[in-house]
């Protein structure tokens, strides 16, 4: 079998090199626009452990599909119709081509325009592989995340489906998902994956504070909700697009988890602390259901952490707030979102899966009531803090649907700076919330 990956960046180079260690393989050929990437894509392989002479780096896109079985396109989405158009009238008949796009409706529209009057002569189907890491040039290229992962292939069955769907579970997918329409895949990614990172962008730029006291920010449930905003380098290539591709979908989620946010603030102008330990107590129990066996690192010594920075004590409340309290809301209002959207009829988490879903909600996964009381202890301070976080979500979410695009790279940009300058969540010795 020969396999051509176009788009030779983090996910085309982390399959192709998969790809090629697989027996069956005989040949990968790589094709990108940048040559850069030739000399990382074998610097990659040797890594790995993958023969290089199964590898070939191609200048041509046209060379690299010209006798290709199979073909993943790895390019950003906005190139896709070109790039399917290029290569439709020098395909072989019965070729097998898939995109990884995280946008399956506008993505598969694309390439079906792309294709034209190719399309009846190929085999295409709209895939995308729920796993990913940070950044997105070859250097990041990891060919073991596959392993025990979730895909999707949309598209007509048949032996070339068979066929696709052996090869994602040959390089370790777990799960190939085939019943997922483009919609449903769509709305699915804009809750559990898109929304939220776009969500903890707004965390990172209401509370941009990275030291007190000339010491790094420790607060774990803090660093924990906002590690993701580490990964937004490539905010222009990769998070502006998908703002704009799945905009729908992410002003949607938007909305209910506002309306969480409500909930918990409601709760606390209410003054029912009962009615805050049931709001937190069901987002503990949905992080419960869907994360039973995964670890929670980073949570522990948050309230001891204000002794060891020394921070002055009135200013101790209003940092607990933002950086403690506010995790432990926006956590909840994240589970509640989805508990809400499974009971609509929408796909479970647990069928998608998603590393940033599962970081923002770590703060949950704690005792709620001793969090409930804190935060009732607070309560001026974390309505006040809620209220700045929702007025960044609110302009965020206002961007996304305006499709201002240069506005949203602007801040996922500026939260990865931000974000940055933190520290690892730590590891400690757990320590009970300090009341009083």
């Known amino acids: 079998m020969k396999i051509a990956i176009i788009g030779a960046g983090q996910q085309g180079t982390s399959q192709g090199l998969a790809f090629a260690r697989l027996d069956g393989v005989e040949q990968v050929v790589f094709y990108d626009i940048n040559p850069d990437n030739k000399d990382q894509v074998f610097e990659k392989a040797k890594e790995y452990g993958v023969d290089a002479s199964k590898l070939t780096f191609t200048a041509s896109q046209a060379d ?3 006798h290709a079985d199979v073909i993943g396109i ?8 070109d790039v399917v158009a290029r290569m439709a009238p020098i395909v072989k008949d019965g070729v097998i081509i898939y995109d990884n796009g995280s946008g399956k409706v506008r993505a598969m529209a694309e390439i079906q325009e792309g294709l ?10 709209g895939a995308h592989f729920f796993v990913g890491r940070a950044g997105t040039s070859p250097v990041f290229a990891d060919i073991n995340m596959y392993q025990g992962q979730t895909a999707t ?5 048949g032996p070339a489906k068979d066929k696709l769907i052996s090869l994602f579970k040959d390089i370790g997918i777990k799960n190939v998902r085939t019943d997922l329409s483009p919609e449903d895949h769509d709305e ?4 559990f994956s898109h929304h939220n990172t776009f969500a903890v962008t707004a965390l990172m730029l209401a509370f941009p504070q990275v030291q007190i006291n000339g010491k790094p920010i420790q607060i774990g ?3 924990s909700s906002t590690r993701v905003a580490a990964h937004g380098k490539d905010g222009a290539t990769f998070w502006g697009p998908i703002a704009n591709d799945n905009a729908n979908a992410i002003v949607e989620a938007a909305k209910i988890f506002s309306g969480k946010l409500e909930d918990v603030k409601t709760a606390l102008r209410q003054n029912s602390v009962t009615h805050l330990k049931e709001l937190l107590g069901r987002g503990f129990n949905y992080a419960s259901g869907i994360t039973p066996d995964r670890q929670f690192e980073g949570l ?3 309230l001891h952490d204000f002794e060891t920075l020394a921070i002055p004590s009135e200013s101790e409340g209003e940092y607990a707030a933002s950086h403690l309290a506010v995790p432990i809301v926006f956590a909840t209002a994240s589970a509640l979102t989805a508990a809400e959207y499974e009971e609509r009829g929408g796909q479970p988490f647990t069928s998608i899966g998603n590393s940033s879903f599962h970081d923002s909600l770590r703060p949950v996964r704690d005792n709620f009531e001793k969090a409930a009381d804190f935060i009732w202890q607070n309560k001026v301070n974390v309505r006040a803090a809620l209220e700045k976080f929702q007025r960044h979500h609110s302009e965020i979410k206002d961007a996304i649907a305006d499709r201002r695009i240069d506005d949203i790279i602007s801040c996922i940009e500026e939260s990865h700076r931000l974000r940055t300058q933190l520290p690892d969540a730590p590891k400690a010795p757990r320590a009970e919330f300090a009341i009083g």
């Open 64 to 66: 690299a599909v010209r």
């Open 74 to 81: 790895n390019t950003p989405m906005s190139s896709f119709k």
């Open 116 to 125: 034209g009057d190719s399309s009846g002569r190929v085999n295409y189907f």
């Open 153 to 157: 292939i949309m598209g007509q069955d």
């Open 188 to 191: 699915s990614l804009g809750l």
């Open 221 to 223: 449930r803090f660093l």
């Open 300 to 302: 522990e010594g948050d």
